[in-house]
Structures are given as C-alpha cells and as structure tokens.
T-cell receptor
Framework: GEDVEQSLFLSVREGDSSVINCTYT??????LYWYKQEPGAGLQLLTY?????DMKQDQRLTVLLNKKDKHLSLRIADTQTGDSAIYFC????????????FGGGTRVLVKP | AAGVIQSPRHLIKEKRETATLKCYPI?????VYWYQQGPGQDPQFLIS???????DKGSIPDRFSAQQFSDYHSELNMSSLELGDSALYFC???????????????FGPGTRLTVL
C-alpha cells in the first residue's frame, strides 16, 4: 500500500536475527500490526503495538516503534526455516473503522 | 478453537459471470471485513460490516456487493466478472472492544477466484 512501505526481500541464515522494517505516513494510526503469510495460506497475526508504545516483546518477536520517524520494525530472534514467509506490516485507525492498511510485504528467506 | 471459515476455497469463473463468496466468522464475533489480494500484492480493504450494518467501504467496485446476515455470516457477491478480479479474497472477523484493545482481525484461509 502506498501509505505503508516495506522492503521487498530479506535473506537471513538460520539462527541469526531478522529485522524487517516498515514506514508509514499517517501519524493518526492507532495500532500497528505484523502479519505473516505462508505460501497459499491466510494471514496470521503475529503481534501488534499501540501507537503510544515504543516497544513490545513477545517470545522471539520484538516490535520497535519510532513514532517521530513513523518507523516500525519487527525483530525475530533465532530465526528458523519455518519463519520463511511474507511479512506484512499494517496499520489501523479507530477513526477509520479499524480497517487494515497493509504494506507491500517483505519476503523473508531463511537459509539453513 | 474455531476459526474463520470461507467457502468455496477455490472458484473458477468465466468473464461476465457472477460469483458468491461466503464467510463464517468466529462465533460471537460481530464484525466482518473483506479484503482482496491480487497476485504478488498486499491485501486491499473492500468493505466491512458491524452488527449486520455496513460500517466502512474501501476500493470495492460497483459490480460487487456484500451483506452480513442475522447469523453474522457474510457474503460477497461479484457480478460481471473481469479478468482483473482474479485474486485471493480474504474475510476477517473481530469482536469490537474499547479503544485500548485493538480490533484484532482474524483472517480466514481465503477464496482463490480465477476468472478465465
């Protein structure tokens, strides 16, 4: 989506950390999300962060939000081959009916 | 746990035909969203319903219509199909809460529509 942008591709070795970046334009976003999509499958919600938070950690996942720069990142620790997928960041605004606006997706390839 | 159910999972239609996609939300969820994901693209919001009323509308063509029924299931009706309508159509459901908890959307597996 034009309001949310991501890099297209990331290659990482198994066991290393992955960092997926996302920028958004709308400062009124209420929540920011990370979704995972495996080939031919639906969208799986990984985690979300409220716009007034800086960081959220959930097991191997760490989300960092820089509201000033409108930059969101997802760090996956100890990346596994099962983490290979397309990762979408998305934003929603309570004032806009909570619909999700997605970035273009980052394809993550984990090499053994 | 019950998930969002979509049917059919795959659908092949000819140009100018009609198609109906169905979505059964997670039990007790009151909101349904429809998204369209073209090949290699990100999902685009089409339309949403809250308590059986349309709550928001996105880039949905006039050829498409949708509704949410009394049992909260939703149907997306697509007429005069075009080649460009070939895509993965996702339905998501959520339970509206207060603003301090996100309107977490749970996605179904999608319906893959191919228009020939």
């Amino acid at each position: 989506g034009e309001d949310v942008e991501q890099s297209l591709f990331l290659s990482v070795r198994e066991g290393d950390s992955s960092v997926i970046n996302c920028t958004y334009t709308d400062s009124s976003s209420t929540y920011l999300y990370w979704y995972k999509q495996e080939p031919g499958a639906g969208l799986q919600l990984l985690t979300y962060i409220f716009s007034n938070m800086d960081m959220k950690q959930d097991q191997r996942l760490t989300v960092l939000l820089n509201k000033k720069d409108k930059h969101l990142s997802l760090r996956i620790a100890d990346t596994q081959t099962g983490d290979s997928a397309i990762y979408f960041c998305a934003e929603s605004k309570e004032a806009a009916g909570n619909k999700l606006t997605f970035g273009g997706g980052t394809r993550v390839l984990v090499k053994p | 746990a019950a998930g969002v159910i979509q049917s059919p999972r795959h659908l092949i239609k000819e140009k100018r035909e009609t198609a109906t996609l169905k979505c059964y939300p997670i039990p007790r969820h009151d909101t349904v969203y429809w998204y369209q994901q073209g090949p290699g693209q990100d999902p685009q919001f089409l339309i949403s319903f809250y308590e059986k009323m349309q709550s928001d509308k996105g880039s949905i063509p006039d050829r498409f219509s949708a509704q949410q029924f009394s049992d909260y299931h939703s149907e997306l009706n697509m007429s005069s199909l075009e080649l460009g309508d070939s895509a993965l159509y996702f339905c998501a459901s959520s339970l509206r809460r207060d603003r301090w908890v996100p309107d977490t959307q749970y996605f179904g597996p999608g319906t893959r529509l191919t228009v020939l």
